[in-house]
């Protein structure tokens, strides 16, 4: 016999035996258990246990007015690890699972602050130093990092500051040296030192691929402490920035929420539990009690080994409510982007036109924000609401890091205040329209009043006729506007005529004659004729447009944090300023200047009144709550917060006014100089293109002067605005635009409401889609694409979809003991 076939022969046997001997053993051990422990096993299965295994609810879903889908959840993989159950500290054991997670998941360096290693008494130093090695610059920034460090310190044993990309880590860990208490450590190692209860698991990463997820899940043997779960739901926005003013964000809730009585049952339970999550900002804030469904949960009964024997008690969780919005997702994208490109060619014209003129004083324009309103004048609905610049509000469902946080506050055109309903700006000439319905209703007014503008006014002090201030109009040259009427004044946007409106017929104190002023030449500086104003005067200014329109007040739009606007009056000077109200006050006033104060929203509001004859609607943006297929459950109703009551002909005069801007000659926004032809061309090319039927629109164009005064009596900054409603026989909707800082309304706000008021009009049906909006495409960010699968509705179980998100596929290979053979493709 050969010597290969005798060791094959041996081969064989041996392995035989090995065979053999296997089964042997797994016959001794089971009849041990069997027979031996067999009484245990029965006694354990015995001793049973009951518990409660809460449920979360899904949350409710949100889609535009056309079922696109605008908030949604997505089921994904979660890792997570129980820092009680990681081996031993400083063991291989230890080592090996931190590095195999660290590698697998891609998990960054934190700077972080260990306020028990900080020296007492030099916290806010330390903070600062931080703060800079951060690049924060801005008093107001740095002041709200310490604040936002000071919180966290008092609930963490650690706090993240930032995070970063490995070839960033050495030069903050060089940094950090420096600076006792702060460190730079992975992620991993921050989240097992921040836990408070040490056996609940802690989320290490959402969100995870299916590859990676089940790599790790096939070596948990080789991995203690980690577990996975792939029944986790995160929040997606697949409309991306576009929505994030209105919609907001949820993010994890924190204990101040889980104590607030708002959140909480009558009997004091929070409707929390610690690793759930909240409405933080916009819509997620303030539809959270529709949205979040309630809690449920399992009685169920176990035995001594953990295994369940049956369910004693169910209740079921309740899934929120999915969510229908008022706005038209394509209209809000094309809006966006109107208003992004508007500002910019803002900014690059202004800068041109300084080039281009020797005599003006070069200036550095950096207009960016704005917003855009778009209401349906019928209703009240808000069918698109546009703030610039946006933001990621992807970003905080994920874990915003403090640096990103803070660069976003330090941006100084405040991406996170929604400019078009949370902020308020003065309207400028915008308000022209309001004032003369005032004077009309107060019969100080009327379509035949007469002023004539000179160029500007110039009224005395009352203690000394020798001096005054000057009032100047937008057009200071050529002798001004001459004699208008209001149609006329409203057509060409005359300061002086409403200067006139404004200002009352009253004798002040110590004076020898009533208010007057006298007609000012700008190119000459000499003074003209003495005239007596006889205007309404800032109480019936304030009346008119607190009491009848709605200025100065929230108008209860479903988002959180709307700013009141301002309508001034001399109690609120007095208290605020502890001055008294002056005739300049009111001359500033009576042009939408000085202190008065309007939100983009306010104005479109207030301009749909004209327009729908004095139904002032609060703006609607939820249009009703709907099943999974989509079946309407309750519609919101539309709401009338007030009617004012408006004449027909002062009506048909404002109208009138605002027509005259938009399409007569000398209008404001009727056509600008083509710079390349010489000739005069519509600036409605959009909206009217040649050779198509006209939509008649009515506007009012605004320049808010702001800023720095320069010499010659004009301001260094003014917003541009425009408001304005069609058709104008009519109406369907207003739209109104502004542009902080962004120059002239007539050059700037009114292109954008040319492609806005576009955009309404492809979607109708009224103009041929394809010059704003595209042909066959509803805008979806490519970053976080709606999903053909995977997306869990409320009420609605679904399976794991199986695809890959938000990771890049990793084959891992773990051996046990050792660690660093971790690799990836």
Known sequence: MRSDQIFLNRRVFVMKGAIVAGFAALATRLGYMQIVRGDYYQEETANTTQRWEPEKPVRGLIFDRQGRSLAENRRVWEVRVIPSALPKRDTPERERVRSTVISALRLPEVLVIDPSAVPVGSEETIHRRVANLLGLTKKDTIEEFLRIVDIRSQYNYLVEVDQFSDDQAPRFRAAAQELPGVRVINRFDYLVENTAVPDLPVVIKTDVSREIALTLEANRLYLPGIELNDTALVRRYPAGEVMSHVLGYVGPVIDEERQDPANQTPGGASYYEFDDTIGKLGLELWMEKVLRGSRGGRYVEVDGLGIESRVIYENPPVPGRNIKLTIDLELQAAATAALAEGLRF????????????????????????????????????????????????????????????????????????????????????????????????????????????????????????????????????????????????????????????????????????NLHYRDLFYETDQKGDLHFFEGLGIQKIHD??????????????????????????????????????????????????????????????????????????????????????????????????????????????????????????????????????????????????????????????????????????????????????????????????????????????????????RAYFELTGARKRGMILREDEIPIDNDHPAPSSGVVLAGTPAALDGEATGEDDANLEIEEGAGEDVGEE
């Open 544 to 757: 008119n447009l607190f009491d009848r329109f709605w200025f100065g007040q929230p108008t209860g739009i479903e988002l959180p944090f709307e700013a009141a606007g301002l309508v001034p009056d001399p109690d609120w000077k007095m208290e605020i300023y502890e001055e008294g109200w002056s005739a300049g006050d009111t001359i500033n006033t009576s042009i939408g200047q000085g202190f008065f104060l309007s939100t983009p929203l306010q104005m479109a509001v207030n301009t749909a009144s004209i327009a729908n004859g004095g139904q002032i609607h609060r703006p609607r943006l939820l249009l009703e709550t709907v099943d999974d297929t989509g079946k309407t459950v309750q519609r919101f109703a539309t709401e009338s917060l007030r009617q004012v009551k408006l004449q027909s002909d002062h009506l048909d005069v404002v109208r009138l006014g605002m027509w005259r801007v938009v399409n007569a000659e000398t209008g404001t926004a009727h056509a600008a100089l083509n710079p390349e032809t010489g000739l005069l061309e519509s600036k409605w090319l959009h909206v009217n293109p040649p050779g198509e039927e006209q939509i008649e629109i009515a506007g009012k164009t605004g320049t808010a002067e702001v800023g720095i005064k320069k010499e010659d009596g004009t301001y260094q900054d003014s917003h541009a605005w425009f408001t304005s409603y069609a058709p104008f026989d009519e109406p369907e909707i207003a739209v109104t635009v502004f542009l902080k800082e962004g120059g002239e309304g007539s050059s700037y706000a009114v292109p954008i409401a040319d492609k806005v008021l």
């Open 346 to 513: 803002s900014n690059e014209d202004r800068y041109l036109k300084d080039q281009a003129d020797p005599t003006k004083e070069r200036h550095e324009y950096k207009a960016g924000a704005g917003a855009v309103v778009v209401l349906d004048v019928r209703n009240g609905d808000v069918l698109a609401l546009a703030s610039y610049p946006l933001y990621d509000n992807q970003l905080f469902v994920e874990g915003i890091s403090t640096r990103k946080y803070l660069e976003y506050r330090e941006d100084e055109n405040r991406p996170l205040i929604n400019k078009a309903a949370a902020d308020h700006f003065p309207p400028g000439s915008t308000l022209k329209i309001f004032v003369a319905m005032a004077g009309l209703h107060e019969d100080l007014l009327s379509a035949d009043t007469v002023y004539t503008c000179t160029s500007g006014i110039w009224v005395p002090y009352t203690w000394d006729e020798s001096r005054g201030d000057r009032y100047l109009c937008w057009l200071r040259t050529g002798g001004g506007h001459g004699t208008l009427d209001l149609v006329g004044a409203l057509e060409q946007s005359c300061d002086v005529y409403f200067y006139n409106v404004g200002t009352p017929e009253q004798k002040p104190e110590g004076a020898e004659m």
